[in-house]
């Protein structure tokens, strides 16, 4: 198995767990929160559920689509191409070289492992603190060079995300645990 394809289904893997998560997670604290009843807390677990559904579409179509590649591949191999008949070397694809970097690599785990901790700590602090500092995390990984921007962008769409989930969709966002914001 090449290294694209074993990339591949490692994403495919993490997203499904990741997606397993956030459902175990939406079906265990909102439960605690009175979101079955029909309370403030009921539209917080509707949205979370839809995006991990997605999720674990898109992780199993992924999963499926490179398992499938594989074979076919394995059976255009076998058959013997008829005279005058030339294949293309590249074959249009992306070269694994350029996408199988460590530095590329380091950053696909460094959000993914962002990203779990934003759901740690989001629990521990509330919407309005954990999310601009981990955009900023964000940033920073993806090497913005542009911090005044940065720090703009983040506490911008910070707040657009608050207007559209808690006045748009009536969500209620997480305060945290310390009573910051709330």
Same mark, same amino acid.
């Given at each position: ?103 590329? #690599?380091?950053? /696909?785990? +460094? %959000?993914?492992?962002? =990203? @779990?901790?934003?759901? $740690?700590?989001?629990?521990? &602090? ?18 913005? #060079?542009?911090? /005044?921007? +940065? %720090?703009?962008?983040? =506490? @911008?769409?910070?707040? $657009?995300?608050?207007?559209? &989930? ?17």
């Amino acid at each position: 198995m090449d290294a694209q394809k074993k990339w591949n289904l490692i994403s495919a893997g993490t997203m499904f767990v990741l997606a397993l998560f956030i459902i175990y997670l939406t079906m265990t604290q909102f439960v605690l929160d009175q979101a079955v009843g029909g309370g403030p807390f009921a539209n917080s677990a509707f949205y979370p559920q839809v995006i991990a559904g997605v999720m674990i579409f898109l992780s199993v179509l992924l999963a499926a689509s490179t398992l499938l590649k594989r074979k076919k591949r394995e059976t255009e191999q076998a058959a013997p191409l008829p005279d005058g008949v030339q294949v293309p070397e590249a074959g249009g694809e992306i070269d694994v070289q350029e996408l199988g970097d460590k530095p590329t #690599k380091l950053k /696909i785990l +460094a %959000v993914a492992g962002i =990203l @779990v901790a934003y759901t $740690v700590f989001l629990d521990l &602090f509330g919407y309005w603190l954990t999310t601009p500092v981990f955009m900023l995390i964000l940033f920073k990984v993806l090497n913005v #060079k542009n911090w /005044i921007a +940065a %720090v703009l962008l983040s =506490l @911008v769409s910070t707040a $657009v995300l608050y207007g559209f &989930f808690s006045e748009i969709l009536d969500v209620v966002l997480p305060y945290g645990r310390l009573g910051l914001f709330g």
